[in-house]
């Protein structure tokens, strides 16, 4: 799985942008959004995904279930 | 309206806890307070003040009284991230007529904010400051932060740069703050005890980590007061913003500004929290309620000592731009800004009109002298609403002021003790019913509203009200006025011609102007 950002929540504030260690956030159109292939919910990185711990709005980065949980490779 | 006859004590200043309490007597809330302490009143003026100080405030709106009738600033809104939540703010809320920090209509670039400083400072000679305080935190955005600092000490090195934060990353910055010259910074300090903080913020990003409760609390405030120690070590003059929550942090703040005073901070300011539930805030749907007028007065006083009070903070957005008083931001939106070509930075003219500035700010002051010199001795104050648009003068319709600046008036001569948003009364001409009750409202505790003209209407129904409206001094210097008036006013309560009563208490205007323009 990844995460992704509700746009209709998104304030556009940036705040997930410079934290997410895998460079997965972007701007368009005002808000932002998570590529998914680049996504590893921080599995590795930290304890809580970063996105979600700096969100000003509850429930805009959400798990997006159409990806599977992301695995560590070894 | 309940009013008393004026006490005729000799005890000038009450303890906070009295004060509140009388007031509570007229709102039905229970509120007290460890005590507070006497003083006198300081408007910040060069008697009480080091001169390399008021060299370094006279020309900032924000940290002197005086400066903020004359000199204008503007907030860049380059700072969009936060790292922390507090229950008064909600990042999702904007609307072009709010007046209220953390709300923008656009956030802006580096680049875009560096041309917009350019336009405005041509337009506005008399702007001296850029802020950057959000709409989130500088300091959560040190790299868009220090680069628009970088581009304007650059093309307007006379610009003074100056920023308002929570304090949590300050200690990481301080090093870079002093290496950019700026000699003010604002924290905003609502407690310095976790207990109390936790019911202010819900949470902090720290270390990676989201932290709730007593230890987020806990570490804001310890870095909040690391910061505040490293900054003035280093000589940058600190202002602390406080927003006083009734039933949470209201007495508290009296200890808060005593931890910051010993920590050498130059002006706290406290203001009252906005919570209308139409914002959204946290505050605002639980249904916290802000302070009355004469409740932030109090506080204020309590507080007032050796450390200065700031009590003309508008409380303005993040993207501010004019006079404190007034926000000319929708004459430079980015769209406008962008069709300019070039914008030549005039500093030859700027620095022309500020010399006139100058000269018309001594003659004020020396006006004000010159009518306290036979002031008689009295217990007596009295509060007087003013209509202005800037220059210290009156000058401005009755109906088409947005907000009233208010002075007391005594013995000890007048003081500027805060200001009150109000509905426009007049729309193009037609004074709106509806909009007087709300003036009366936000003045009723002033004994005269001074203005530059007033229709017939709204003059009697102010009379009716028992506020006295007097357009005589249009034009002429307030403060002269304000003292002129009292005298007058004294000399009528000696010949037993009226008798002096306290107005009572008024309302702190909240949200949106509703019949904005």
């Known amino acids: 799985m990844a995460y992704e950002i509700v746009a209709s929540l998104c304030t556009g504030c940036c705040a997930c942008e410079p934290e997410c260690p895998n460079e997965a956030i972007s701007e368009k159109k005002n808000v932002f959004i998570i590529d998914p292939e680049k996504c590893t919910e921080c599995i590795g990185h930290f304890d809580e995904p970063q996105c979600v711990a700096v969100c000003p709005i509850d429930h805009t980065c959400i798990i997006d279930m159409a990806y599977p949980r992301y695995e560590v490779t070894a | ?517």
């Open chain 2, 1 to 517: 309206m309940q009013s008393t006859i004026a006490s005729v004590s000799t005890q000038e200043v009450k303890p906070l806890e009295q004060l509140l309490e009388k007031i509570a007597d007229h709102k039905g809330c229970g509120t007290s307070s460890e005590g507070g302490k006497a003083s006198c009143g300081s408007s910040g003026g060069p008697a009480d003040m080091a001169p390399e100080v008021w060299e370094k405030v006279k020309n900032h709106p924000c940290y002197s009284e005086e400066a903020h009738h004359h000199y204008a600033r503007m907030h860049v809104a380059v700072a969009p991230a936060c790292n922390i939540q507090c229950n008064y703010c909600n990042r999702k809320y904007d609307c072009a007529n709010e007046s209220r920090p953390g709300v923008v209509s656009e956030k802006l670039t580096p680049e875009q904010a560096s041309k917009k400083v350019l336009a405005v400072a041509s337009a506005i000679p008399q702007m001296t400051v850029l802020g950057i305080a959000g709409p989130g935190d500088p300091l959560a955005n040190p790299a868009k932060t220090f680069k628009t600092f970088e581009l304007i000490a650059k093309t307007a090195p006379d610009i003074k740069l100056c920023l308002s934060t929570n304090g949590l990353a300050l200690p990481d910055h301080v090093d870079t703050i002093k290496g950019f010259n700026v000699d003010h910074v604002t924290i905003t300090i609502n407690m310095v005890d976790p207990e109390i903080g936790q019911h202010i913020y819900p949470w902090i990003f720290w270390k990676n980590k989201r932290l709730t409760g007593i230890e987020a609390a806990r570490i804001l405030t310890e870095r909040q007061m690391l910061g505040l120690e490293m900054l003035t070590a280093a000589g940058v003059l600190c202002k602390i913003n406080s927003v006083m929550i009734p039933g949470i942090n209201d007495k508290h703040l009296v200890e808060v500004n005593k931890a910051v005073k010993s920590r050498g901070a130059f002006l706290h300011n406290i203001m009252p929290l906005i919570s209308a539930p139409e914002h959204g805030t946290v505050f605002g749907l639980t249904g916290q309620r802000g302070p009355t007028a004469q409740e932030l007065k109090a506080l204020q006083d309590s507080c007032e000592g050796d450390m200065n009070m700031m009590r003309h903070c508008r409380q303005c957005r993040a993207d501010a731009v004019g006079l404190l008083g007034e926000d000319r931001s929708a004459e430079f939106t980015t769209e406008k800004i962008d069709e300019m070509s070039e914008v030549v930075y005039d500093a030859a003219t700027r620095k022309a009109y500020q010399e006139l500035v100058e000269a018309e700010r001594s003659e004020k002051v020396a006006a004000k002298e010159a009518a306290m010199a036979d002031l008689d001795v009295t217990d007596i104050k009295i509060m007087i609403a003013v209509a202005t648009k800037g220059q210290g003068r009156v000058n401005e319709h009755f109906g088409h002021a947005t907000e009233f600046q208010i002075y007391e008036v005594g013995s000890n001569g007048s003081k500027f003790i805060g200001h009150r948003r109000v509905d426009l009364y007049c729309q193009g001409g037609f004074g709106e019913e509806e909009a007087l009750p709300s003036v009366v409202n936000a003045i009723n505790d002033c004994h005269a509203v001074f203005v530059a003209k007033i229709g017939g209407c709204p003059r009697d129904e102010l009379k009716a009200a028992g506020i006295d409206p007097v357009d005589r001094f249009a034009n002429e210097f307030i403060e002269e006025s304000a003292i002129t008036y009292f005298k007058e006013y004294f000399a009528r309560v000696c010949a037993r011609e009226i008798v002096h009563v306290d107005r009572g208490d008024a309302d702190i205007r909240q949200g949106a102007y509703t019949a904005a323009a």
